[in-house]
């Protein structure tokens, strides 16, 4: 039902999937977003968030109420352990200095806090301003585990070969029309499923990701 009713909205089946990622996440205290974009993005009507908290947000061209204006790669003029919880969502691929992005966020994380991130993998070039990088599940876990941080969530964004191969050429349809064409290809992908045990794990189309910085 979410996927139908959220392409129905006009969001990829990426997006969709992410957003269902992220609905189990519930978030408090103090919390900062890098890449930020518009705080009307489809996946706050999924992300939970519990009083009391503070959401800053991070962007280069956009200012506003609780608005920070930074570079992501050069080092964030934030203090030390400032934070529970950094969101960054479909940005890491537009930063080419993903490591400062990596390090700079483990900084401000207070002990224990966690970095929640998604990223694309299986995803169409989409420069804003620029598309660099694609991750995939290997190369999050080596980027972060190099920074001490501890895993402690890697989703897959996808359902297997069909709809993904499907999803990309349905954005091209009538909003109206999109859903149609990719519920066939979950139907194909949950058979392939039972053949293919990893299908899912080798045709993502993003991930959705949490890593701690240890309490210790």
């Keep these: 039902r979410t996927i139908f009713v959220e392409t129905l909205r006009g969001k990829s089946l990426a ?5 269902y990622c992220l609905s189990d996440f519930e978030l408090t205290g103090n919390i900062i977003e890098l890449g930020s974009g518009s705080v009307r993005a489809s996946y706050y009507r999924f992300i939970k968030f519990r009083e009391p908290y ?3 947000h991070v962007d280069y061209y956009k200012t506003g109420p609780n608005y920070i204006k930074l570079d992501l790669e050069k080092p964030f003029p ?3 352990d400032s934070f529970d919880w950094v969101m960054c969502f479909n940005t890491l691929e537009h930063i080419y200095n993903f490591e ?5 966020s483990y900084r401000i994380l207070k ?3 966690l970095f929640i991130g998604s990223a694309p993998f299986l995803y169409p070039f989409h420069p804003d301003p620029h598309d660099y990088l694609r991750y995939s599940h290997e190369a999050l876990l080596k980027m972060f585990e190099k920074e001490k941080y501890i895993c402690r969530r890697m989703l897959y964004c996808g359902l297997g070969p069909f709809s993904t191969s499907i999803a990309h050429w349905a954005t091209f349809l009538p909003t109206i029309t999109r859903p149609w064409p990719i519920l066939p290809g ?3 992908d949950a058979v392939f499923h039972k ?3 990893s299908s899912i794990m080798r045709y993502p189309l993003g991930y959705v990701f949490a890593f ?5």
């Design 15 to 19: 997006r969709t999937l992410m957003n």
């Design 54 to 56: 503070n959401l800053t």
């Design 78 to 80: 934030v203090e030390h």
């Design 100 to 104: 400062n992005v990596v390090k700079e």
């Design 111 to 113: 002990k224990g806090g």
């Design 186 to 188: 979950i139907f194909l």
């Design 195 to 197: 053949l293919s045990k």
């Design 212 to 216: 701690e910085k240890p309490a210790d």
